[in-house]
């Protein structure tokens, strides 16, 4: 019974972390070639959300590329995790929330 529980939560992390890891990527994993962002092992420009955190766990970043390019709203953040700024990269605006 114990090893069956044991057995059952291995199965449902593994498949957790390989559907996390099929969405959005860190951006300090990605590689830029010719001015567009890639994940690793991938020919193919990145589309998607991704995000970036502090030491501290905070987040730092956050905005999504499109054909591996940014694209629409990315918000950067303080280490306290208050948002340091919001900039569209479609219609060119930025908020300043210092």
Do not use: A
Request: charged fraction near 25%; hydrophobic fraction near 30%; charge should be negative.
């Amino acid at each position: 019974m114990l090893l069956d529980m044991i057995n059952y939560l291995i199965i449902s992390l593994l498949s957790l972390s390989v559907g996390v890891s099929q969405q959005n990527w860190n951006i300090e994993l990605m590689k830029e070639y010719g001015g567009l962002i890639y994940t690793p092992n991938s020919n193919k420009p990145y589309t998607r959300e991704i995000y970036s955190f502090y030491v501290n766990g905070k987040k730092k970043l956050d905005g999504k590329y499109k054909n591996g390019e940014e694209d629409g709203k990315w918000t950067s953040y303080n280490k306290d995790g208050s948002v340091k700024f919001v900039f569209d990269r479609n219609n060119n605006y930025e908020e300043n929330d210092q």
